[in-house]
């Protein structure tokens, strides 16, 4: 089966939807968009210090929030998840993003989009 392609509007609505949190002034540690291979689609994750302070359903509410006002339709709900910024995967990932470069930002990598993350 032929994986979804990650089109140029779930990119924009991503880049939005930070753009919403920067205003509400929420720390955000990484930002990117996987492709799971198990579930077949693909995930925008954010990480922040206040899923770990405050827990996840309060970060999700301001997400909401931020969808509903600036009518971001196509960024899908299901599509996105929270995380703690010490993640495992995460952590993993931004081992990964260090190595291949220091300093390359919002780049189409395969199966991910990378809008940035902190080192």
């Known amino acids: 089966m032929d994986k979804t392609t990650l089109v140029e509007n779930k990119i924009t609505a991503g880049q939005e939807l ?7 002034d929420i720390k955000i540690h990484d930002a990117l968009w996987i492709y799971d291979n198990d579930d077949g689609y693909w995930k925008f994750i954010v990480t922040s210090p206040m899923v770990k302070t405050d827990g996840p359903l309060k970060l999700y509410k301001i997400l909401d929030k931020i969808i509903r006002n600036k009518k971001i339709n196509q960024l899908i709900y299901d599509s996105v998840t929270v995380m703690e910024p010490d993640n495992k995967t995460i952590k993993m990932l931004r081992n990964a993003y260090n190595v291949r470069n ?5 780049i189409s990598m395969k199966d991910s989009y990378i809008y940035f993350m902190n080192a």
């Open 102 to 106: 220091k300093f390359f930002k919002d």
């Open 18 to 24: 930070l753009d919403g949190l920067k205003k509400e």
